[in-house]
């Protein structure tokens, strides 16, 4: 199974960017999709899940209001909507996807997630 991840940039503070992430290969059914980033000199951390089974969305509180994560379960993509960016969202991204299930109290964990993307720049100016 892989992962692509595509649509990072550069954009302006403010800007909007959409991120897209696709399984291909030999695909295992998959209970959550996720994105995480990790900025210079920093640890990678949470962004955004959508769980399949019943759609729920959770968001980091840094992104909660300007971010927006969906998908097609079927299809095996999830997407990331980004608007009113600022520098600090400045990293890169990766999409993450859980073929095991776990606990809500999980879902931000790196640990929950088994396969990964190879991640994709985003850049904000100031």
Same mark, same amino acid.
Not at 4 to 33: E, K
Not at 41 to 49: D, P, S
Not at 80 to 99: G, H, I, N, R, W
């Given at each position: 199974? #892989? *992962?692509?991840?595509?649509?990072?940039?550069? &954009? #302006?503070?403010?800007?909007?960017?959409? *991120?897209? %992430?696709?399984?291909?290969?030999? +695909?295992?059914?998959?209970?959550?999709? !996720?994105?995480?980033? #990790?900025?210079?000199? @920093?640890? /990678?951390?949470?962004?955004?899940? =959508? /769980?399949?089974?019943?759609?729920?969305r959770y968001y980091a509180d840094s992104v909660? !209001?300007?971010?927006? =994560?969906?998908?097609?379960?079927? @299809? @095996?993509?999830?997407?990331?909507?980004?608007?009113?960016? @600022?520098?600090?969202?400045?990293?890169?991204?990766? %999409?993450?996807?859980?073929?095991?299930?776990? &606990?809500?109290?999980? =879902?931000?964990?790196?640990?929950?997630?088994?396969?990964?993307?190879?991640? +994709?720049? &985003? +850049?904000?100016?100031?």
């Amino acid at each position: 199974v #892989q *992962l692509q991840a595509s649509g990072g940039g550069t &954009v #302006q503070a403010g800007g909007s960017l959409r *991120l897209s %992430c696709a399984a291909s290969g030999r +695909t295992l059914s998959s209970y959550d999709m !996720g994105w995480f980033r #990790q900025a210079p000199g @920093k640890e /990678r951390e949470f962004v955004a899940v =959508i /769980r399949w089974s019943g759609g729920h969305r959770y968001y980091a509180d840094s992104v909660k !209001g300007r971010f927006s =994560i969906s998908g097609d379960n079927t @299809k @095996k993509v999830v997407d990331l909507q980004m608007s009113f960016l @600022k520098p600090e969202d400045t990293a890169v991204y990766y %999409c993450a996807s859980a073929t095991r299930r776990t &606990v809500l109290s999980n =879902i931000r964990s790196m640990s929950a997630y088994d396969t990964w993307g190879q991640g +994709t720049q &985003v +850049t904000v100016s100031s």
